[in-house]
């Protein structure tokens, strides 16, 4: 049953389309992906760059869609059998975690189904599945703590470690946050007595060690990229946004995470979040309450447990809220994200898998009661409440569960594989770069979230996005030239010779772009600025040349449209523009004709335009 809840909707959820979910690679080329992982340095993105937890890619995420290629699915089955397979993995190893306590009945049922269909993971799946990785391991780590505890010897701990590896090379601190459950436990047995401080010390031992053995790949990975690569924790939200969503009532039903309430210009970022904040929203709170109901009339062997992780995970959760006047204890957190270590620790709401367990545990105990008290009324009372966990997490049965907004077609769009084999054939001594710059890729034919184009060529590859990556130097520089690009200031004498500065070899414009979404250039704007511009060879379009209007969520339609002529003309939605007399990539500088130029990136930009 828990396999056909986790895989038969995502199945049936928007046949043929790909979510843009966690990196679109995965879906183009998932074995240049795979091989380019191992690699801290990667000189193709970005003028080069150090990567940031793309070692992570390595296991398991990485083979599971080279193997989904290899065997020729689709992409989108792929993908929902890899979220089906996290769902499955989340409820067989909340099954699992109570058989090793002892549970039996519709216990297990209700609290397995319980914690699979948490509305948690609806901040996660259709854009960074991955974090969803630790919620899912959770369960088998408590698991395997209880039965190291009870059983001397490596195994147990060894297995721990594996699970670590495979849960949690791709995000650090959604691992190090639920962590926190397996210490916890072995404290809380301690403290009661029902087990000796001293066996408890040796498997908390037993159990850091393989954890460290296990997670030395990921952890070197992560010193190295802080040392040698840009601060990405400071280029993205802060902890104060974090903080802000982070209140105790979102944290009780499962929520609380930032994203999760955010609203773009056309709708919501996460577009079932509506749904909790109307006729879904007393479900939701409805069923915490029916544990917590559960643990005040109810004893059982481990009401304290599963209560102490309540708290822990609300606690952790809430943090530093609200932040400009936290408790105690909150304010301590503050002031500790104020360094580079606490930073890393600032998304709190991912510690929420510690109180959905706990939760979980309580509904299937006051199930497992109801057996005891009124035998014929446990499979009633289970089924009850199965149905409720089953409509709280409603636009899984909706299809609505994968976000319209982040959605594309199985196949891209062809004339993109001819420009892609077009600028192929000109080698990889250059690198191409793509304009205009866009937060995310969303196109008219669909939100791949990743520009496509690096997953179709195996040219290096550079273009402005929302996270910059490459030194300080080249992403200053590249920030400042797509800044010109973007309000329409830039001087088109200065492309040609800051494209040789470079090192690249073919400019593309991309002008099937959603241009309203992130407020980039217009196309036919963009086109009539650099069609002329000197120090190109002739246009090399590919598609058929339609206008590219707005969406009628955000028209756009304004003086500026309303002025363009008739008959003006549209530009191709993919236009490669070599340049002459291209630089390449290694090249050796004169050093009898050097220049120093006193400024910065936007004063190398200005300058271009001398030449």
């Given at each position: 049953m828990l396999a056909a809840v986790a895989y038969l909707p995502l199945l049936a959820n928007d046949m043929g389309r790909v979510a843009a979910d966690t990196k679109a690679y995965l879906y183009l080329d998932p074995g240049r992906l795979l091989a380019g992982a191992p690699y801290m340095w990667q000189p193709e993105v970005a003028m080069g760059t150090v990567t940031h937890q793309n070692i992570g890619y390595l296991w398991p995420v990485g083979p599971f869609f080279w193997l989904g290629e290899a065997i020729g699915l689709p992409d989108w089955i792929t993908q929902r059998l890899w979220l089906g397979s996290v769902l499955l993995a989340a409820g067989l190893g909340m099954r699992w975690f109570l058989r090793t306590l002892g549970w039996r009945g519709a216990a297990l049922l209700v609290s397995s189904l319980s914690y699979m269909l948490s509305p948690y993971l609806l901040n996660y799946v259709d854009r960074h599945s991955v974090i969803l990785l630790p919620w899912a391991g959770l369960p088998w780590l408590m698991g395997l703590t209880v039965r190291a505890l009870r059983t001397p010897g490596w195994r147990h701990a060894a297995i721990f470690g594996l699970v670590t590896l495979t849960v949690g090379g791709v995000n650090a601190s959604s691992l190090l946050l639920v962590g926190i459950g397996p210490v916890a436990w072995?404290?809380?047995?301690?403290?009661?007595?029902?087990?000796?401080?001293?066996?408890?010390?040796?498997?908390?031992?037993?159990?850091?060690?393989?954890?460290?053995?296990?997670?030395?790949?990921?952890?070197?990975?992560?010193a190295i990229q802080s040392r040698y690569g840009l601060p990405t924790l400071h280029l993205t939200e802060n902890y104060k946004v974090v903080s802000d969503a982070a209140t105790a009532p979102e944290l009780f039903r499962g929520l609380g995470y930032w994203y999760f309430y955010g609203q773009g210009r056309l709708g919501a970022w996460i577009e079932p979040a509506t749904s909790y904040t109307r006729w879904a929203l007393p479900l939701s709170f409805a069923l915490p309450l029916l544990a917590l109901l559960a643990a005040a009339i109810i004893r059982f062997r481990h009401r304290g447990h599963a209560l102490m992780l309540i708290v822990l995970g609300l606690l952790v959760g809430i943090g530093a809220h609200p932040y400009d006047g936290p408790s105690p204890l909150g304010r301590i957190f503050r002031d500790l994200t104020l360094t580079d270590a606490g930073l890393a620790l600032r998304s709190t709401p991912r510690a929420l898998p510690l109180s959905i367990l706990g939760t979980s545990m309580l509904l299937g105990a006051g199930a497992a009661a109801m057996g005891r008290w009124r035998p014929r009324w446990e499979q009633p009372v289970a089924a009850l409440l199965c149905v409720l966990v089953v409509a709280n997490l409603s636009p899984l049965w909706q299809g609505e569960i994968l976000g319209s907004l982040v959605q594309r077609p199985e196949d891209v769009p062809g004339y993109w594989h001819e420009a892609a084999a077009h600028l192929d054939a000109s080698g990889?001594?250059?690198?191409?770069?793509?304009?205009?710059?866009?937060?995310?890729?969303?196109y008219r034919w669909g939100n791949s979230g990743d520009p496509v184009l690096p997953g179709l060529m195996d040219r290096p590859y550079v273009a402005r996005e929302l996270i910059p990556q490459g030194s300080p130097a080249s992403a200053a520089l590249l920030v400042a030239l797509d800044s010109e690009v973007q309000?329409?200031?830039?001087?088109?004498?200065?492309?040609?010779?800051?494209?040789r500065l470079m090192g690249v070899g073919d400019i593309v414009l991309r002008s099937d772009l959603q241009f309203e979404r992130f407020r980039t250039p217009r196309p036919d704007d963009l086109w009539a600025d650099l069609r002329d511009a000197p120090g190109f060879g002739p246009a090399v379009s590919f598609g058929t040349p339609v206008a590219n209007v707005a969406g009628p969520e955000r028209p756009l339609l304004d003086q500026h449209t309303l002025s363009r002529p008739v008959g003006s003309q549209h530009p191709a939605?993919?236009?490669?523009?070599?340049?002459?007399?291209?630089?390449?990539?290694?090249?050796?500088?004169?050093?009898?004709?050097?220049?120093?130029?006193s400024g910065d990136a936007d004063g190398l930009v200005a300058a271009a335009g001398e030449g």
């Open positions: 072995l404290a809380w047995c301690a403290v009661e007595g029902s087990a000796p401080w001293r066996r408890v010390v040796g498997t908390a031992a037993r159990i850091g060690l393989a954890f460290a053995a296990t997670g030395i790949w990921w952890m070197v990975g992560l990889d001594g250059t690198r191409v770069l793509e304009l205009p710059g866009s937060d995310f890729a969303a309000e329409g200031r830039l001087d088109p004498d200065g492309l040609a010779p800051l494209a939605p993919a236009i490669v523009l070599p340049v002459l007399d291209a630089q390449s990539i290694l090249r050796i500088a004169d050093p009898t004709r050097s220049i120093v130029l």
